[in-house]
């Protein structure tokens, strides 16, 4: 029964993490490759936050930088590759996003946008990384561990 119950949470985390990734990847492929880097931080960033206290370099270098964290931390929560880092990447995006949207509008509505996103990243976050059988993460790590028992080449047992 307990088997049964784990390969469950691993498919719900997979599930999570795969839905997560995609959100996330998909945006950062359609502001890389479509939109560019510099056309984003301008659509997003620069004009719409000129008349604020925030300075320009700042705006650029975020406005550059998010597009690239997305698609890269993205696709990295899609293959369960260095999920932890992954994840704490993408939260900063989301608060940077909470952030701008608080400074133009401070009673923007978060449900549609920031808080299903942050549910998923926090699901996948809090849960045991070990529990996250069905990732590039777990199956580097069973690899070590099974190197780590196994004698070298050429040895005598």
């Given at each position: ?10 498919w ?35 004009d ?6 925030l ?15 997305e ?87």
């Amino acid at each position: 029964m307990n088997e049964g119950r784990d390969r469950d949470r691993a498919w719900a985390i997979l599930f999570a993490r795969g839905v997560l990734g995609l959100i996330f990847f998909m945006a950062g492929v359609w502001k890389v490759f479509e939109l560019t880097p510099a056309g984003h931080a301008h659509k997003y960033f620069v004009d719409p936050y000129a008349d604020t206290f925030l300075p320009t370099w700042s705006l650029w270098a975020v406005g550059v930088a998010v597009p690239i964290v997305e698609l890269v931390a993205g696709a990295l929560v899609i293959l369960g590759l260095r999920v932890r880092t992954a994840l704490i990447a993408l939260g900063l995006v989301l608060l940077v996003v909470t952030f701008g949207h608080l400074l133009k509008e401070p009673l923007y509505e978060f449900h549609t946008h920031v808080i299903p996103r942050l549910a998923l990243l926090l699901f996948v976050l809090v849960l045991p990384r070990e529990e996250d059988r069905f990732s590039l993460d777990a199956l580097l790590e069973r690899r070590r561990k099974s190197s780590i028992h196994r004698p070298p080449e050429g040895s005598v047992p």
